[in-house]
Every structure is written in C-alpha cells, then in structure tokens.
C-alpha cells in the first residue's frame, strides 16, 4: 500500500540550477525509508516536497490513501525555547484543538518513551543537545503520524547519542508501525534502521540504487558488532559509491 | 567581578566627584549663579521638596501614559505590518518620516493644534511620537525573525493565522520588543521634557518648566536640583524596564540567563 508518491518531480529554486530530479519514489506502508546521498543533493527538498512546504517545478506528489497525518523532525530540535519539554510536545496536539488534560496526558506519555519523563518540565536550553532532540521526536510522535518525515535528525549529535537515538528510534518506529522516510549522509545509520535505501546522485539529487534490506526484527545493539552488519554496510557503501561514479 | 564592587565603584566615583566639587567651588569662589556648590543644590532641593516633587508626578505622569500608548500602539502597528505586507509598504514610510522629524520642529505646531488649555494632551502626544518608533521598529524584526521551521511546523499541523501570530511569533518577539520598550522609556521622558521646554509658559507644570523657571531667576541650585530629579527618574524608569525584561526572558532567552559555571 502506497503511502505517499513522487512522480517525476523536479525542483529548481528561482534563480538557481535544478536542484532535485527527476525524481520517482513511493513510500509503502511501514516501511523504514532511508534517503541516502551527498550533501546538497536535494534530499531534504525531496522530504520538503513531500511534506508539502515546497511545491515542485515539475512532476507531482501524491497520496493515494488520502493526505496522511505528516509528522517532520528537522535537523534541529526546532523547539520553543519558552515553552517547556511538556508544552512543546503538545503544540501539535493544541493546535488540533485537543483538550489540555488529554494533551498533556499525551505529551506526558510521549516523553516518557523518549526517555525524558523527568524532564516534562524543564526549559530546552537546560536539555543537551541529545536530549532536544528526543523532545522533538516524542512531539512528532505525540501527534500519531502516519508519515513521519525525518531530515538529518541526528546529524549534529555525538556518535554515542546519535547511537542511542538510533536504537530508540528502531524500536519506536517497530512499535508504532511507523511509516519513515528518514533524510541522512551517514551510511551507518541507513544501514542500521531502514528497511529500504535510495541512495541519490549529487545535485540534481535522482535515485542512482535501491538497497532492499532484510526486515529489521534482528536489529538491536548488538547488531552493529556483528559481521552481518558489517557486510550490509559495505554493500550500501558500495552502492552509494557507485552511484556517484555513474552520475560523475 | 563581584557584586558588591559593581555598586561600589561608581558610588566612590561620585563622592570623590562631588567633593572635589565642593571644594573646588569654594576655593576659588565661584558666583552662586554660575555653580553652587553639591550642599546648595541640596538645600534647594530640600527646600523645594514639595513643589518639586509635584512637578516630577506630572512629568512621570505623562511619560508613562506617552510609554504606554508607545507600547501599545507599536505593538499593534507591528502585529499589523507583519499580517500584510501591504499595509507595511504603504505605512512605514510615513512612520520612519515621524520618527526622524525632529520633535523640537513639530512641538509649535502641536501644542497651537492641541491648545494652550489642553497642554498635557500635546506634551502626550509629542512624547508619544519620539517613543513609539523603538517599539514599532523592534517589534517588526521581532515577528519576523521567528523560526522558519517552527514556522513550516505550525502550518503542516493546520495552525491558523491567529495561533501562528498567538503561538509563536509574539513569543518569538519578546525579546526585541522588551530591548525596544528601554530605549523607548527613556525616549518618552525626553520627548516629555523636551515638550514641556517648547510649550514654554506656565501652564506646563514638570520639571522641565521648573527648570525654566528657576533658569529665569538665576536660581542656579533649584535648576540643578530639578536636573538630578530628572536624572534619578530617567535612571528609575531604564532599570525598571531592565528588571522587566529579565524577570520575562530568565527563563529562556540566552540574554538573560546567568552564565553557569
């Protein structure tokens, strides 16, 4: 079942080389998505396009079940920095119109799988920078998307809590049958969370490989040290490699 | 450095100042009607207390209606200009020609519209004028310079205009409107002493006309001690603003938050 579809989509930017396309990807239910590529090559403004903040040039995006409910964490924690952990889980839930109790119960319950349910009441600035970003996680999931769309959430983080953010993310993702498309440069962490990898060309960002990968039940922290692990990361690299000396 | 040095340092300044003063006034003899000497201005000022007092409540009073319509009429321009561009486009020139007119040309023309007879409401709305472009100006960067992606989130998840502006860009302003309301405070007590200056005759009441007239009698310590009045006040007025906007930003805004070691 198709989530969300770009066909032919194209985007060039006033003034500016065409920075994306064309591009064709179809997002199935459930499945993890990693789009995986250089840096500047268009894949934020292919989750953009998705997400419906950018129109594209060319091409269409749809979605065949109807508009899904669409959950986006940025590449920073993009919080309020007036409002505390709790209030800023809830903003996607005050803006529906929920009552404040039910919201409140909901943030609560969202920060609690994120790991933060101590800090519900602390400003952003007295949270690290790990710590932010599980904040803008649990309030994406505060608001059950059906589409989660991630754009290098992780990539400012230390490796120690970019892995520990990985790891919850999987298992959060796993228990809510989440649907993702997740934006990265890092071909450890595609590996390591997607069912699924686009790896794309530098600008304009197109699809050069697609990398299939075995379903994720098998995948903890002790994957990552296993030769299996290894070996499918050689091969997303190799594939990502490829793909830049095709287009060069 | 340490807290107590921080009001230490400029106290000793001021007494070292004032007794050299005073010393330097007697020992060459200077005329009265030039400079009197820190124990005279304070004897004129104890003298005058009440009469003095009286004219710093009316000069106090219409600073803070004047600071208060600024606020409030800055914000809501502001909040105005950031809803339609068009209206920004349209309006702000004539604000920035409001703003580097200067209030001294403008006041005749002012207080002969307004009437001798109502000399509070022209001293109110020439203080009005120099104190709202602060407010104006700083509140429109302000709303402007909310987060983009915070911006982008608020409308995939169906915000209204309404709870966009509430939410996120008054909030997200806070800080410049704040910075804006110090200048401004000190802005309405000058734009009201100024005011009074060029109203001129007596039926202005403030400080500015005590100066005036203690100015026309060679009364030099009166002038000085209706100066220090201002001073003191101008003083009161920008650390009660400063107060303000820490109480409001502490918990959030790098600004105002204590550096922790």
């Not at chain 1, 998505?33 to 060319?58: D, F, H, Q, V, Y």
């Not at chain 1, 309020?80 to 952990?85: D, E, L, Q």
């Not at chain 2, 650390?239 to 070691?261: C, Q």
């Amino acid at each position: 079942m198709i989530v969300a579809q770009l066909d032919r989509v194209e985007k060039t930017y006033a003034g500016g080389p065409k920075a994306l396309g064309p591009l064709g990807i179809a997002v199935a239910r459930g499945e993890f998505l990693s789009l995986l590529g250089p840096s500047g090559c268009g894949k934020s403004t292919a989750l953009r396009l998705i997400a419906g903040l950018l129109a594209p040039s060319a091409g269409s995006v749809s979605f065949p079940q109807g508009r899904p409910r669409i959950g986006f964490v940025f590449q920073d924690a993009t919080l309020m920095p007036w409002a505390r952990a709790i209030a800023n889980v809830r903003l996607p839930l005050d803006l529906e119109g929920i009552a404040r109790d039910e919201g409140n119960a909901r943030a609560h319950a969202a920060l609690v799988r994120v790991g933060l349910g101590d800090f519900a009441h602390a400003y952003p600035r007295a949270l690290s920078g790990g710590m932010r970003m599980r904040v803008s996680i649990a309030r994406a999931l505060a608001a059950k998307p059906e589409l989660l769309l991630m754009d290098e959430p992780f990539a400012a983080l230390d490796e120690l809590a970019r892995e520990a953010l990985n790891d919850d993310l999987l298992k959060l993702a796993r228990e809510d049958g989440l649907t993702v498309v997740f934006v990265t440069h890092s071909v450890y962490e595609s590996a390591f969370l997607s069912t699924r990898i686009l790896a794309m060309t530098p600008r304009p960002g197109r699809v050069a490989a697609e990398i299939a990968l075995a379903s994720p039940a098998a995948r903890t922290r002790a994957w990552r040290l296993t030769p299996e692990f290894a070996e499918t990361a050689a091969r997303v690299s190799r594939s990502l490699r490829e793909a830049m000396s095709e287009a060069a | 450095m340490t807290r107590g040095l921080r009001l230490a340092l400029p106290f000793a300044l001021g007494v070292a100042a004032l007794i050299t003063w005073e010393w330097l006034v007697t020992y060459y003899a200077v005329p009265r009607y030039v400079l009197p000497k820190p124990t005279e201005i304070a004897e004129a000022l104890a003298a005058d207390f009440p009469s003095l007092l009286a004219s710093l409540w009316t000069t106090l009073r219409i600073t803070l209606a004047a600071f208060a319509l600024a606020v409030g009429g800055g914000v809501a321009l502001a909040v105005l200009f950031s809803q339609s561009r068009l209206v920004e486009l349209a309006l702000s020139p004539y604000a920035v020609a409001l703003q580097v007119t200067p209030v001294v040309a403008i006041a005749p023309l002012i207080v002969i519209w307004v009437g001798y007879e109502r000399i509070d409401l022209a001293l109110l709305i020439l203080a009005w004028i120099v104190a709202f472009f602060p407010i104006l100006s700083n509140t429109t960067v302000g709303l402007r310079s909310a987060d983009h992606n915070l911006i982008d989130l608020f409308g995939l998840h169906g915000a209204s205009r309404w709870q966009v502006l509430w939410r996120l860009r008054l909030p997200s302003a806070l800080p410049y409107l704040l910075s804006g309301m110090k200048v401004s405070g000190g802005l309405a007590l000058i734009g009201t002493v100024v005011a009074e200056f060029v109203a001129g005759t007596g039926t202005a009441t403030g400080l500015a006309w005590r100066i005036v007239e203690a100015g026309n009698r060679l009364q030099i310590a009166k002038m000085f001690a209706a100066l220090l009045l201002l001073a003191v006040l101008g003083i009161a007025i920008y650390f009660a603003l400063g107060l303000l906007e820490y109480l409001a930003l502490r918990r959030w805004h790098e600004s105002a938050v204590r550096k922790e070691n």
